[in-house]
């Protein structure tokens, strides 16, 4: 998982944050506090602008303390600018200023730690800012506890990241101080992190609801579009390029016969809801163009399942699906009117599970729904508990052999039916969370497909799962 960003204070003066957001930003960190122990004069407007378009904030204090009354007082100023209002991210204490080098690391230890039970005492995430030298030099092992956003960037820094330039340890990673984003008029700093912190306790809750619209959607895998008005129920009897669909028919039968990818979305939504929580979970009725979706949403730039995507082609939305996954950089799909070609195929005729590399797809964006507005209206049933959200929206999938069960087993049936790779007999894996022959089978097909790279073992695991997501 990797989710992009920001980090702000008033060097950038007047942010067009309706800008940023459209963009797409994972979450912003703003600096609460200057020099002095005073409140950054632009905080105030950049907290309450990045509420308004739904950005996960965090916040950071570059320390000037060189004494544990200091810092403590630069802790409580935080608490106090608070008020006890919301953040998504951790307060991360800035820790890099050359004269508290001289301090020596038992004394940043202890000032450290008087820093981080103030902010954690008042309810808040601690982290630790610092660039590579820092960490490497300054800080001691005790602090390495903690949770780190690690700076580096090379000296001829253009804005864009250098992978070979990658900290191997860290939850984040500021990796320019030169980029350049629509919104903001200067450069700006750029961040990875590999945490979601914007996941709460309370959205947890909501899976059953992305359960339940997911499972609907995979249960549509394989339908064709009709040549004519007949056997719209069938999967595949009937079966032309004429856009016939039973999902205009229950939608909006007036447009029956045009494209349907995003009726297939709204199809689902009310399937799985009822029309009138479809209405509010889309925003409009029904979902036709993938344009009038971006204009109602916050347009994110990092995918969480459960999103609707929004394919970005020829300088517009053009084609659109449901997340069902996210490891790392690639995102799992289920979109209709597409076909089974790796690339984005915006008239294809079909239901489809399909993946991306979010990074190779420019300008592409994901919606998140309210999904509070239907909290607690769906059962936990088996049938509606079928999903690769986990506990939480993104995981790391376990090894996988013959008699295994579970997410982990689900998510690889979708990739392989996802990559063409079927059972015995040329026989479509089951998406049935079971590793059963079929799909031991398949496994087995597609570590041979890899000429070497792989052991033939029908044993997903690290290598494979590794293999399976580079692809």
Known sequence: MEIKGIDVSAWQKNIDWKIVADYGMGFAILRITEAGNVTDKYFEKNYEACQEHNIPTGVYKYSYAMTIPEIES??????????????QFPVWLDLEWNNQRALGAESLHKMTEAFEKIIVKAGYKFGIYCNVDWYENVICSHLKKYEFWVARYPQNDNGTLQERLRPDFGVGWQYSSKAKIPGIAGTV????????YAVQEGEINMDKAIEKVIMIAKNEIGYLEKKSNNQLNDKTANAGSANYTKYWRDVYPGYQGQAWCACFVSWCFMKAFGLENAKKLLKHWPYVYCPTLGNLFTRNANPKVGDIVIFYRGGTFTHTGIVTAVIGDRFYTIEGNTSGASEIVANGGGVCAKSYLNSKLPGTKFCTPDYSIVNGETSNTKENSNTVTGGKYMFEPETVQLGSTGTSVLLLQEILVARGFKGRNSKVLDLDREAGDNTI???????????????????????TWKDLVAI
């Open 189 to 196: 700093d750029r961040n990875i992190f590999y945490k979601d």
């Open 441 to 463: 089978y398949a496994l087995k097909a597609y570590q041979k497909s890899r000429n070497g790279a792989l052991e033939v073992d029908g044993v997903c695991g690290p290598a």
């Open 74 to 87: 630069e802790a409580q100023k935080i608490i106090s600018v608070l008020a006890g209002r919301k953040l």
